[in-house]
């Protein structure tokens, strides 16, 4: 029996080409598996800002006490972070039988590493009951192996230029391959501010950002305006960066077209509650952490205090020993800096470039963003290199 190492490496070679847009084969697989979603269904399409406006989505409905299902790309440790049931991975043994299945069933179809890692996510999603499933596409969106569902609200969240090779070298060009998600008669949600004419004159109910939806920033908290209603004092989401308000607002507005019932508290616990790994995450004891750079300052060895407590990196002996003393937070960050450099986590400013001690930490002291550096080999395969 194949291990899921086994079939990620035999999936990546049941194709020619590591990029083959086109929805004639996923959608003959497709109607074989009888994966059928039976539950509403968000699409996010977009250059940036798909990866936010998913997990949003998914820790807001599941504040609200739906089931969810969610399916994302690429992944950044594990491929099981791909697929997610009811906020959780779903493990080794139904990923291995979904690709079982779907290998099966596919004949001679030739299926790249994307597309079958996408059906064998719907094949799971139709068989839990789930109450809403949301799907990012992969890259562009019109032949997108995802569009192959039928979304009941897609998403837009931005359109820049990229993959010119394949959506086109102009943003008219890209805005229609992207709006390809949208569908006649069904709400589509464009969070691009300027949005191009291709976009624009594109089917669907379409809802845009600034005039049916839209959002008010204040000093501490915000305002989310749209089709069902308006959304006051709402905290500021955990995803850190201005542009999570639209991220945000998108979210919601999609839930209202949806007409789908949510609280205010329930999107206020689902927007704190947000969680997206490696995305301008700053790690407790980063250089990022703020309330390590108040306790660094003037301090011209950061370490010294730690060594001075017999807190050492990865020793769990020093740790106790801080939190008998009643230094738990420097045990905390103490062992969360040591999981950052196990993992060869790469620390930078937000928007530049510095230089970075040994320890990989900034010389600076400046307020920093966590990237991550390392990824496995099984991590971003060679298709999905060429894909994200």
């Given at each position: 029996?194949?291990?899921?190492?086994?079939?990620?490496?035999?999936?990546?070679?049941?194709?020619?080409?590591?990029?083959?847009?086109?929805?004639?084969?996923?959608?003959?697989?497709?109607?074989?598996?009888?994966?059928?979603?039976?539950?509403?269904?968000?699409?996010?399409?977009?250059?940036?800002?798909?990866?936010?406006?998913?997990?949003?989505?998914?820790?807001?409905?599941?504040?609200?006490?739906?089931?969810?299902?969610?399916?994302?790309?690429?992944?950044?440790?594990?491929?099981?972070?791909?697929?997610?049931?009811?906020?959780?991975?779903?493990?080794?043994?139904?990923?291995?039988?979904?690709?079982?299945?779907?290998?099966?069933?596919?004949?001679?179809?030739?299926?790249?590493?994307?597309?079958?890692?996408?059906?064998?996510?719907?094949?799971?999603?139709?068989?839990?009951?789930?109450?809403?499933?949301?799907?990012?596409?992969?890259?562009?969106?019109?032949?997108?192996?995802?569009?192959?569902?039928?979304?009941?609200?897609?998403?837009?969240?931005?359109?820049?230029i990229d993959h010119v090779e394949y959506l086109g070298a102009d943003r008219e060009s890209i805005g229609r391959e992207k709006a390809g998600i949208f569908r006649p008669g069904r709400p589509a949600v464009?969070?691009?501010?300027?949005?191009?004419?291709?976009?624009?004159?594109?089917?669907?109910?379409?809802?845009?950002?600034?005039?049916?939806?839209?959002?008010?920033?204040?000093?501490?908290?915000?305002?989310?305006?749209?089709?069902?209603?308006?959304?006051?004092?709402?905290?500021?989401?955990?995803?850190?960066?201005?542009?999570?308000?639209?991220?945000?607002?998108?979210?919601?507005c999609a839930l209202d077209a949806l007409e789908l019932p949510i609280t205010m508290q329930e999107i206020r616990r689902g927007l704190a509650e947000v969680v997206l790994t490696g995305r301008f995450q700053?790690?407790?004891?980063?250089?990022?952490?703020?309330?390590?750079?108040?306790?660094?300052?003037?301090?011209?060895?950061?370490?010294?205090?730690?060594?001075?407590?017999?807190?050492?990196?990865?020793?769990?002996?020093?740790?106790?020993?801080?939190?008998?003393?009643g230094h738990r937070r420097r045990a905390a960050r103490s062992g969360a800096a040591h999981h950052a450099l196990a993992l060869r986590f790469v620390v930078r400013p937000a928007g530049s470039d510095c230089?970075?001690?040994?320890?990989?930490?900034?010389?600076?002291?400046?307020?920093?963003?966590?990237?991550?550096?390392?990824?496995?080999?099984?991590?971003?395969?060679?298709?999905?290199?060429?894909?994200?």
């Amino acid at each position: 029996m194949r291990s899921l190492d086994d079939w990620l490496r035999y999936i990546e070679a049941q194709h020619p080409a590591a990029i083959a847009l086109g929805l004639d084969r996923v959608s003959e697989v497709l109607g074989r598996l009888s994966a059928a979603l039976a539950c509403p269904v968000i699409t996010v399409g977009g250059t940036n800002g798909k990866g936010s406006t998913c997990a949003m989505l998914e820790s807001t409905l599941r504040a609200a006490g739906y089931r969810t299902g969610l399916y994302t790309s690429p992944h950044l440790v594990r491929y099981n972070e791909r697929v997610r049931i009811a906020g959780l991975e779903v493990q080794d043994s139904p990923l291995c039988e979904a690709f079982a299945e779907v290998e099966r069933l596919r004949g001679q179809i030739p299926l790249t590493y994307f597309e079958f890692g996408t059906l064998a996510a719907l094949w799971l999603f139709a068989r839990e009951n789930l109450d809403a499933a949301v799907l990012e596409v992969g890259l562009g969106g019109r032949l997108d192996a995802v569009n192959a569902v039928d979304s009941d609200c897609p998403v837009l969240t931005s359109i820049g230029i990229d993959h010119v090779e394949y959506l086109g070298a102009d943003r008219e060009s890209i805005g229609r391959e992207k709006a390809g998600i949208f569908r006649p008669g069904r709400p589509a949600v464009i969070a691009e501010p300027d949005p191009p004419q291709s976009v624009m004159q594109a089917a669907g109910e379409k809802l845009f950002l600034g005039k049916d939806f839209g959002y008010v920033a204040e000093a501490n908290q915000w305002t989310y305006w749209g089709p069902g209603g308006r959304r006051a004092s709402l905290a500021y989401p955990a995803l850190r960066g201005k542009v999570q308000l639209r991220n945000a607002a998108a979210a919601l507005c999609a839930l209202d077209a949806l007409e789908l019932p949510i609280t205010m508290q329930e999107i206020r616990r689902g927007l704190a509650e947000v969680v997206l790994t490696g995305r301008f995450q700053v790690l407790p004891g980063a250089a990022g952490d703020p309330r390590r750079s108040a306790q660094s300052a003037g301090r011209k060895d950061p370490g010294a205090e730690s060594r001075r407590l017999g807190v050492r990196a990865g020793d769990d002996r020093g740790m106790r020993h801080a939190a008998r003393q009643g230094h738990r937070r420097r045990a905390a960050r103490s062992g969360a800096a040591h999981h950052a450099l196990a993992l060869r986590f790469v620390v930078r400013p937000a928007g530049s470039d510095c230089g970075r001690t040994e320890e990989g930490l900034p010389a600076d002291g400046s307020k920093c963003t966590v990237r991550v550096a390392r990824v496995s080999a099984k991590s971003v395969c060679g298709s999905e290199r060429a894909r994200e």
